[in-house]
Nanobody, 125 residues
Framework: QVQLVESGGGLVQAGGSLRLSCAAS????????MGWFRQAPGKEREFVAG????????RNADAVKGRFAISRDNAKNTGYLQLFNLKPDDTAVYYCAADTVAGFVRTVAGNYDYWGQGTQVTVSS
């Protein structure tokens, strides 16, 4: 079992930045992929970024390339999503998720086994 808790969301102006954190507990000794997804009102849940269990490979959605950076610190059992140059269209609930099956980053939400509760990111214009 893996438990995930997101934090770090908030209200920021366009062009600002935030760092989201995802604290993991439970079955953290096994390799797992961590993904970040977001969901805005009226939209489907969208893949944002993913990182391999070791942190040696990452994958970012085209919409956020160059602005968001995913990382992890396995010694702290924590993953991060750094958000730069935020835009109003980035407003959404952001979720972290764990994929304990695949050894590579997948982009479909249904492939992930465990999810956090989400943290709200709101970007004002």
């Amino acid at each position: 079992q893996v438990q995930l808790v997101e934090s770090g969301g908030g209200l920021v102006q366009a062009g600002g930045s935030l760092r989201l954190s995802c604290a993991a507990s439970g079955r953290t000794s096994d390799p797992y992929v961590m993904g970040w997804f977001r969901q805005a009102p009226g939209k489907e849940r969208e893949f944002v970024a993913g990182i391999s269990g070791s942190g040696d490979s990452t994958r970012n959605a085209d919409a956020v390339k160059g602005r968001f950076a995913i990382s992890r610190d396995n010694a702290k059992n924590t993953g991060y999503l750094q958000l730069f140059n935020l835009k109003p269209d980035d407003t959404a609930v952001y979720y972290c998720a764990a994929d304990t099956v695949a050894g590579f980053v997948r982009t479909v939400a249904g492939n992930y086994d465990y999810w956090g509760q989400g943290t709200q990111v709101t970007v004002s214009s």
